[in-house]
């Protein structure tokens, strides 16, 4: 059975509960077992990726980051992407991204929802089919 790994950011509780939601929903549909990790914003989520990325098949990370009046936005996307990504090429990772990066809460909302556009769903369909990509090809 596949095990899958969400680890999610706390920051925006409301949107990650939907975000959660969403992914919850398509990995039960699949029939993926899955333990969910919680770390306080989307900066940490590559510190938990490294620390497990032996012990799951697949990962989902999730959170979200919405643009303020400081560069700071910036930094949290642009770092929090490096690392996850850094991280996915080095060890062979599958994994699906739902960490949203919006301009304001209206996007963060309408991107998060699950009877919208459930970013938290397609991020976890995402990480199953890349891991059926890489039991495909890395065989």
Not at 25 to 51: H, M, Q
Not at 94 to 106: K, S, Y
Not at 107 to 127: L, T
Request: aromatic letters at 8%; a positive charge.
């Amino acid at each position: 059975m596949t095990k899958v790994l969400i680890i999610e950011a706390r920051y925006y509780a409301e949107i990650n509960d939907m975000l959660l939601a969403g992914a919850r929903a398509a990995l039960e549909e699949a029939g993926a077992k899955y333990d969910v990790l919680t770390v306080p914003g989307a900066l940490e989520i590559p510190a938990v990726l490294k620390w497990t990325h032996d012990q799951y098949d697949a990962f989902i990370v999730l959170g979200c980051v919405i643009r303020g009046e400081t560069t700071h936005y910036d930094i949290v996307c642009n770092e929090s992407a490096r690392g996850v990504y850094k991280l996915v090429l080095k060890k062979d990772i599958a994994l699906g991204n739902g960490i949203l990066t919006v301009e304001n809460d209206e996007q963060a909302y309408a991107r998060a929802d699950m009877k919208r556009k459930n970013k938290g769903g397609e991020a976890a369909k995402a990480a199953l089919h890349m891991l059926a990509l890489k039991r495909r090809y890395k065989a």
